[in-house]
Structures are given as structure tokens and as C-alpha cells.
């Protein structure tokens, strides 16, 4: 099992709520994940923008981004991470 203060993000689509972490940016604590987002609100939010046209649909809401402890076992496919201690940080907009 691994851990790391990971961005995730909430989007509805259709009334569904779906949650995604991403693995590409990881943190050792909170602090450096919001710093991180306040100083690159700007294109984080772009680049959220281009993954949900791109990999989930145009008309996507995005209900919250922030920063979460996540811990995974990356041995195991099968197994979700389990996300924790989540710091909201933007809320609501279509996207």
C-alpha cells in the first residue's frame, strides 16, 4: 500500500457523480497540494476542462476539485483507492 496527498476532482455528468484522483502530481502533505493549485489555478482548471471533453463528456459539471490523502495498492488492479481527508478547494461551474 502507498500513499500521497493526491488533486481529485468531482464531476456529474447526467446526474452522476463520478470521482477521479490523479496519480500524475503527488504530495507529502496538504499544504504543498493547495499551494501547488493557487499557483496554477489557471491551468489546472484547462487541463480539467480538456480531460472531460476529451475522456468523459462536454457537458460534464465539475461539483469540486481539491486536495485528498489517497492510499492504493498498486499491486492489485482490482482495487480501488481509498480516499480520505479531502480539502475542497474550487466548487462549481460547468466545465
Known amino acids: 500500500m502507498k500513499w500521497a496527498i493526491v488533486f481529485y476532482a468531482l464531476i456529474s455528468l447526467n446526474g452522476e457523480m463520478k470521482e477521479h484522483i490523479s496519480w500524475g502530481i503527488t504530495f507529502n ?55 480520505t481527508l479531502k480539502m475542497p478547494l474550487y466548487q462549481g461551474e460547468n466545465i
Not at 472531460?52 to 492510499?71: F, I, K, M, R, Y
Open 29 to 83: 502533505h496538504h499544504e504543498k497540494c493547495i499551494n501547488f493549485y493557487e499557483q496554477n489555478k489557471t491551468q489546472i482548471l484547462e487541463g480539467l476542462r480538456g480531460y472531460a471533453t476529451n475522456n468523459v463528456d462536454p457537458s460534464a459539471v465539475l461539483l469540486e476539485l481539491g486536495c485528498a490523502h489517497a492510499t492504493a495498492d498498486f499491486t492489485n488492479a482490482t482495487s480501488d483507492p481509498i480516499v
